[in-house]
């Protein structure tokens, strides 16, 4: 799991939906468009500067500028004019929704420039789109050649911003771009920097599955030395793999094996500009209707968004239910899944299991060796049966059995829990740890029926075995 994730996700999802407010633009205007993030001056009143966040293509030509150039640069380092109405505007629309038509003329262009500024979904944010009045024939000409591919990557966008299962939604995008640019397969290639995967795939019906040979690839082997075909749009296209025979010997031999003849690769990345990984059409048609390489480009970066914003999801997820330092389940999960548990079952039971001396471990050994006492008994605890344990906090731990079991069972764990407790916790050349377990059981609805009691009961009966062990150690 990559945990190399900047803190302003929330943003990601947000993009995806921009796309609806340009497309309902798109209809009257051109689509020369931008994103900014309207940057508010000290007193909160007004605009003092503007973020590039997104620029299609259409935008730069008519800056002068790469995509490199603005996205993420401030408006103030790229437009050598006065910008003053323009930030008004802006922050009128980040802020309060307000909608603005106006035109002026930029000398540095040459250019007179028909602006529409408008709100968007993310707070803070608006978009601005422009019409190069003195250039019409060119606007017409973009239009003519970039709609079809600009509608494609609109609609497979939204397929992207979509509620759902993850799983099934990246495999509709791969199956929608497949309509589009009509490949023998595509893939989503993912990368820890040390192997390859693919974890997306689509295949034409005629095509073998190969998916098995993208598992477990080298990535020094398979995808550092294709950065160095990245072409200036940050795309590998290669037309024709018979050009890499000499060069790339072994990704050739690999490519042939998979029956690739012509394809187009687009990376991704991490909040690092770490490749993340690639989005991948193989043996695609060539058509002059629709720009390939722009269309594998534009929707490469939204999956690497989709994909880094599902990873932040299951990270926090992971987080929010799982105890750090031993992996397993904690408390609040404890307490929710036993309240369901009572609602829907009426057999049922739980253990609480208390470690004795460990305090003595702790301090005498540091809390280095005490972390390792605790991931030790997590384990040896998770096996003494097939039920699912719990860290409640400390050395407090608690297993929760989720169906009917007989009393004998219950005795049975119990023993398996003190044998479980019998070899030293820790040994090593300097020291031996030797600790032991008091728990204690409830059954529900022997004990119970109530799980908050059911817990009293089950807490109640490991102390009074926990006093047993004390007493027996102060003889």
Sequence with gaps: MNNNIEPDESLIKNAFLLFDKMSELHKNLPVA?????????????????????????RFCVGLGRSKDELVGK???????E????????????????????????????????????????????????CTFIDDSHLEKELLRRNSTTDDAIVRIT??????????DIMNSVLKEISHVVHPSRMNILITDRVTVDSQFAWYAEEEESHKELLKGLSYEKY?????????????????????????????????????????????????????????????????EEIDTLRLIQSISYFIGFRIRNHTLVEFLDYRGNHDELTGLKNRRVFGETLKVLSQVREHYGLFYVDLNLFKNANDNYGHHVGNEVLCETAERLSSVSDFEVYRLGGDEFAILVDEEIPKSEYEQIMDNINEAFEKPILETDEYSIKISASAGFAIAPY???????????????????????????KK
């Excluded at 401030?74 to 050598?80: A, H, I, Q, R």
């Excluded at 939204?158 to 799983?167: A, H, K, P, T, V």
């Excluded at 004990?447 to 089950?458: F, G, Q, T, V, Y």
Aim: with cysteine; net charge negative.
């Design 158 to 167: 939204r397929l992207l911003s979509r509620e759902g299962d993850y799983e």
């Design 82 to 129: 006065d910008i003053e109405e323009l930030m008004g505007y802006g922050y009128r629309a980040a802020y309060f929704s307000e909608e603005t038509h106006y035109t002026t003329y930029s000398k540095v262009l040459g250019h007179w420039m028909e602006f529409t500024i408008a709100a968007t979904n993310i707070e803070g944010c608006c978009i601005a789109v």
């Design 74 to 80: 401030l408006v103030t380092e790229t437009f050598d």
């Design 33 to 57: 468009y931008a994103v900014f993030q309207v940057l508010k001056n000290s007193a909160g009143d007004g605009a003092v500067d503007a973020k590039y966040l997104y620029a299609n293509e």
């Design 447 to 473: 004990d119970s029926d109530n799980p908050n009691e059911l817990r009293k009961i089950a807490d109640q009966r490991m102390y009074e075995r926990k006093k047993i062990m004390h007493e027996e150690l």
């Design 223 to 287: 995808l550092v030395n294709w950065r160095k075909y990245l072409n200036e749009d940050e795309v590998i296209q290669i037309d024709d793999v018979e050009m890499l025979k000499d060069s790339e010997p072994e990704g050739y031999r690999i490519l042939k094996e998979l029956g690739i003849y012509r394809f187009v690769w687009a990376p991704f990345y991490d909040n690092k500009h770490r490749i993340l990984g690639f989005l991948c059409a193989d043996n695609y048609e060539l058509s």
